[in-house]
């Protein structure tokens, strides 16, 4: 599929062949960034306010102001969402804090930049939707929350990229992190969800160390609604290893189910409640865009 064509760099839409960044830009120098993913359906985006308020917090977490509103972000993205003639689509808004050396303090540095990229996105598989995928437990733990808190989403992804390029199994679709106590936090790409023996769905809370994903929030409020009475609580690798199911969410994935976990399958990959969840996510999609 061939990749957009053009490219937002502050407020001008540039061809993406073109597009660049000074090399003393701090977000390529240190990665010193936040950024936001989520999709477009039917070229309007999901969850658009959630995303940017999550930047906003990111951004606050590092100490980087944001010159531009919610407004002014919503007008720009829906011009170079336009100008490639998205549908299906990948969105990323990254906003790094501009160019300066690291020895400069805040008061020293200028505007920071803001980055949009609108890219064609081919979604998973629906086979891959009703077998699930396998994954495996990192050997890396995640981030000490107090060091680099992983709630930041920041340009800084090297905890879970070298979680990635450690694991084990080459048919492994993704890889979960244990935080500093050893519980099961989240994915390196992806929060987790699982349904218990006793059939109780739970999932990692915010305070073992993980990202306060968009869907995992839109899942609990939709798993809420179903009567499912979701818990978040503190989650060991034996208890998802002896879930009835369990699976991964996230904008691009939506609700995708696990098959195995280091190669020991679960009870019921993709089961009755995996199915449930994820249809009634796609519903809310539908229903919020009008599709």
């Known amino acids: 599929m061939a990749g957009a064509a053009f490219v ?6 540039l061809p993406a062949g073109e597009a660049c960044l000074p090399v003393s ?36 977490a590092i100490y980087l102001e944001l010159p531009w509103s919610a407004a002014t972000l919503t007008e720009r993205l829906g011009g170079l969402l336009a100008a490639n003639r998205i549908d299906a689509g990948r969105i990323r808004i990254t906003v790094t804090r501009g160019p300066g050396d690291v020895r400069r303090r805040l008061d020293q540095l200028g505007p920071p930049t803001l980055v949009m990229t609108a890219d064609p996105f081919t979604p998973l598989e629906e086979a891959r939707y009703a077998r699930g995928v396998p994954v495996e437990i990192a050997r890396r733990p ?17 905890n879970t990229l070298l979680a990635r390029f450690e ?82 969410t996230a904008s691009t994935l939506e609700v995708l189910a696990i098959s195995h976990v280091d190669g020991t399958p679960l009870a019921a990959a993709a089961g009755p409640v995996t199915r449930r969840l994820l249809a009634r996510y796609r519903e809310r999609v539908a229903a919020e865009l009008h599709l």
Not at 8 to 13: A, H, P, S, V
Not at 142 to 158: E, F, M
Not at 189 to 215: K, M, W
């Open 25 to 60: 830009d701090r977000g390529f120098l240190f990665g010193d960034a936040v950024y936001e993913t989520l999709r477009a359906y039917a070229g309007r985006p999901f969850q658009l306010d959630a995303h940017l308020e999550r930047l906003a917090r990111s951004a606050a």
């Open 8 to 13: 937002l760099i502050g407020d001008r839409l």
């Open 142 to 158: 995640r981030n000490l929350p107090g060091a680099l808190d992983p709630a930041i989403k920041s340009g800084n992804l090297l």
């Open 167 to 248: 694991m084990r199994d080459a048919e492994s679709f993704e890889v979960l992190m244990l935080n500093h106590r050893g519980e099961l936090g989240e994915a390196s790409l992806a929060n987790l969800f699982l349904v218990d023996a006793a059939g109780r769905l739970r999932t990692p809370p915010l305070g073992s160390g993980i990202l306060p994903g968009i869907t995992r929030a839109l899942v609990l409020e939709l798993a809420a609604a179903e009567g499912l009475d979701p818990d978040e609580g503190p989650v060991l690798p034996e208890a998802l290893l002896a879930a009835r199911e369990a699976f991964l």
